[in-house]
């Protein structure tokens, strides 16, 4: 502003210098004619005039645009002292605003730590409750194993129970069928007329101490292989099979102890001096034995029946493929077995004939080839005959 001022100032000088120049004219016009001079003396004059208008108008309009230039240096006087004033406003708002940012500050400090705090919580509650919760559920498994242990543990009683009823039924009617059978044998004795020689007796000792040992032997080995074949059973959750295998075991088991604990006589026995009296066929060959050994191989078909049958009944409660060919049963072949009179061999022959189709009957549940009377299971007298198919030596 201060710049436009000076600028119209200089043009008034230049102005003023101009109108002494023009002054100067009438000194040169006196030579010209006096009309002449009149006219220019009015144009001197009517420009003097102009002139003189024109520097008012100059002056009036400088003396506006300093009186504009003051107010307008007193108005910026104004705004600075307005200014001036205002700073510190300003510093004191800056100082507000800086510490209201201080204060959002902290409180967004405060708010991340108390929401890192409750999740710490949360996590600790959680970890707590997990925690809690495997606790729970390690007792629950742990109620459980335990329930589940003692109602095996009561299964096992149960089928001990069962197995010695079974084993005392076994004995009862293997007790009359002895009764039975020395009658017969008795009657048979009397028929008798023909002994076997000092030598033949001993040969048959022999041939039955060498049984027995190795009988012994195979029993601690089956065994092993029945407890490996139940372990596959409960696997496979058969649970009817595997309870009969529990018990087949247990059965092989005291047949173990009472071949270790048994005292045999051989010197007294009648079977080591009797002569045979009957004539059989199995696989094409021809062999011999008297009531004794005829005795055991009757028993062999009617253990196999009924073993065949449990097994059967056993595979059908668990829905399981028939194949008796698959059951340790019929595999080991033992069952009843007292390791004397006859070979193991004979024994388990014979044992697998009545077993098969005692395994039919039962998995089919039918009564084709044996019956149930007396809490036990035997083969008809009519096919015991047919398979055994005796002839009389004399």
């Known amino acids: 502003m201060k710049i436009n001022i000076l600028n119209r100032m200089a043009i008034a000088l230049v102005i003023s210098t101009m109108s002494l120049v023009g002054m100067s004219i009438p000194t040169n016009a006196q030579q010209q004619p006096q009309e002449e001079q009149k006219e220019q003396k009015r144009g001197q004059q009517e420009k003097q005039q102009e002139q003189k208008q024109q520097q008012e108008r100059v002056k009036r309009q400088s003396e506006q645009d300093q009186k504009q230039q003051q107010h307008r240096v007193q108005q910026e006087e104004k705004q600075d002292q307005r200014q001036q004033q205002q700073q ?17 500050q902290k409180q967004q400090q405060r708010r991340v730590e108390q929401e890192q705090k409750q999740q710490l919580q949360q996590q600790e509650r959680v970890q707590r409750k997990s925690e809690e919760d495997q606790k729970q559920q390690q007792r629950r498994i742990e109620q459980q194993d335990e329930k589940q242990r003692q109602k095996q543990l009561k299964q096992q009683e149960q089928q001990q129970e069962r197995v010695q009823r079974q084993s005392e039924q076994d004995q009862k009617q293997q007790q009359r069928r002895v009764e039975q059978q020395e009658q017969q044998d008795e009657k048979q004795r009397q028929k008798q007329e023909q002994r076997l020689s000092q030598q033949q007796q001993k040969q048959l000792i022999k041939q039955q101490q060498q ?3 190795q009988y012994r032997q195979h029993l601690e080995q089956e065994e092993r292989l029945a ?17 009969f295998e529990e018990e087949y075991l247990e059965r092989l088991r005291q ?4 071949l270790r604990d048994d005292r045999f006589d051989y010197d007294r026995d009648p079977y080591f ?5 009957y004539r059989y066929n199995r696989g ?63 024994y388990n022959y014979y044992f697998r004939e009545g077993f098969r189709r005692g395994y039919e009957d039962g998995y089919n549940s039918r009564y084709r ?22 002839q009389n030596l004399r």
């Open 227 to 243: 407890q490996q074949n139940i372990a596959e059973l409960q696997r496979q959750k058969r649970m009817a099979q595997y309870r």
């Open 369 to 390: 080839y044996g019956r149930f009377a007396n809490g036990n299971y035997s083969m008809l007298d009519n096919i015991v005959s047919q398979i055994l198919n005796f």
């Open 255 to 258: 047949q173990r102890n009472h």
């Open 211 to 213: 049984r027995v040992a």
């Open 88 to 104: 510190p406003k300003q510093e004191q708002q800056q100082e507000r605003l800086q510490r209201k940012s201080e204060q959002d």
């Open 284 to 346: 094409g060959r021809y062999y011999q034995t008297n009531e004794y050994g005829a005795r055991i191989l009757r028993q062999a078909l009617n253990h196999g029946y009924e073993v065949g049958f449990r097994a059967g009944k056993a595979d059908r409660d668990d829905r399981w493929r028939g194949n008796y060919k698959e059951s340790y049963a019929y595999r080991d072949a033992n069952y009843g077995y007292s390791g004397y009179y006859i070979d193991r061999s004979e």
């Open 273 to 277: 001096y009797t002569a045979p009296i």
